[in-house]
């Protein structure tokens, strides 16, 4: 949302936001993990999550408050949709590209393993994928979306839970797919 309210959205589309989510960039956390080094109050890494971009807001103990909060409401606001048997499936989408989605998806499923449920973090986008660098992995490390697609790989093979956050399982997007469409 730029240059207006969520509740001006709210009226013009006809249907209710679920959270607002602050504009993110990689520098302004870099900038703001910069001043509280200064400081001494930058919390440490958890195990597992040193490799994780700055924008993964949940990367340090002890979270970034503000930026957490943003998924945590998102994380309830989900919740509240109905009961959990009915929406075992979230998916985050937008029309164009660099408007946060792989920020979104991969912050709101630490989110929700933090709270105990089980996630499995999906990245499907198969032409420009990023969900790797958000855990700080190598994307052609791991088999992913792509071998599964073409039958290179089976599900056992691309599911990987060694990212840091205990209940999140992520699949990435593995090779770079020729003809991502005709994979489909």
């Not at 959990?84 to 989408?93: G, L, Y």
């Not at 093979?157 to 990435?172: K, P, Y």
Request: hydrophobic share 40%.
């Amino acid at each position: 949302l730029r240059g207006g309210t969520v509740a001006e959205l709210e009226t013009q589309l006809r249907v209710p936001v679920l959270a607002s989510v602050v504009d993110l960039d990689e520098e302004t956390m870099k900038e703001d993990e910069a001043k509280k080094r200064e400081k001494g109050t930058l919390a440490v890494c958890a195990p597992g999550r040193e490799g994780w971009s700055p924008s993964m807001v949940f990367r340090n103990d002890g979270a970034n408050a503000h930026y957490a909060e943003m998924f945590r409401v998102l994380r309830t606001s989900i919740s509240l949709l109905g009961p959990a048997s009915q929406r075992k499936i979230t998916m985050i989408t937008s029309a164009l590209p660099s408007e946060g989605k792989t920020l979104v998806a991969a912050n709101l499923a630490v989110a929700l393993a933090q709270q105990g449920q089980r996630t499995l973090l999906v990245d499907f986008d198969l032409r420009k994928p990023s969900t790797h660098k958000m855990f700080g992995v190598s994307k052609s490390d791991k088999p992913g979306t792509v071998d599964l697609l073409a039958d290179n790989a089976g599900i056992e093979d691309v599911m990987h839970s060694n990212f840091g956050q205990e209940n999140l399982t992520v699949i990435l997007s593995g090779a770079k797919a020729p003809n991502p469409g005709e994979l489909l």
